[in-house]
């Protein structure tokens, strides 16, 4: 079965750090770039975070230097670190290839990530 599934996320408070997974099916994951999404409330869905199979990143500037992309090729998995969290990082943060008009059709649940000032 394709699919993209995400955990890690939580309540945490301003300043704290929270670590994001995703586990996602080989068809998706092998050799290609992936990223992290992020839709708060009545926004849409933004690119925070990418990385190629070979480990090269990229990230928005409202994270950069707070948050790493990370990628396990064996596991078919991403992980995104997040340091320093402030309230406006508030979201559902979803994986999926990158950019967005390569993404897989079928999104997963996302986690949600609260913090709170």
């Known amino acids: 079965q394709v699919q993209l599934v995400e955990s890690g996320g939580g309540l945490v408070q301003a300043g704290g750090s929270l670590r994001l997974v995703c586990a996602a099916s080989a068809s998706i994951f092998s050799f290609n770039r992936m990223g992290w999404y992020r839709q708060a409330p009545g926004k849409q869905r933004e690119l925070v975070a990418d990385i190629t199979s070979g480990g090269s990143t990229n990230y928005a500037d409202s994270v950069k230097g707070r948050f790493t992309i990370s990628r396990d090729n064996a596991k078919n998995t991403v992980y995104l670190q997040m340091n320093s969290l402030k309230p406006e990082d508030t979201a559902v943060y979803y994986c999926?290839?990158?950019?967005?008009?390569?993404?897989?059709?079928?999104w997963g649940q996302g986690t949600q990530v609260t913090v709170s000032s």
């Open positions: 999926n290839r990158a950019p967005a008009f390569l993404a897989y059709r079928v």
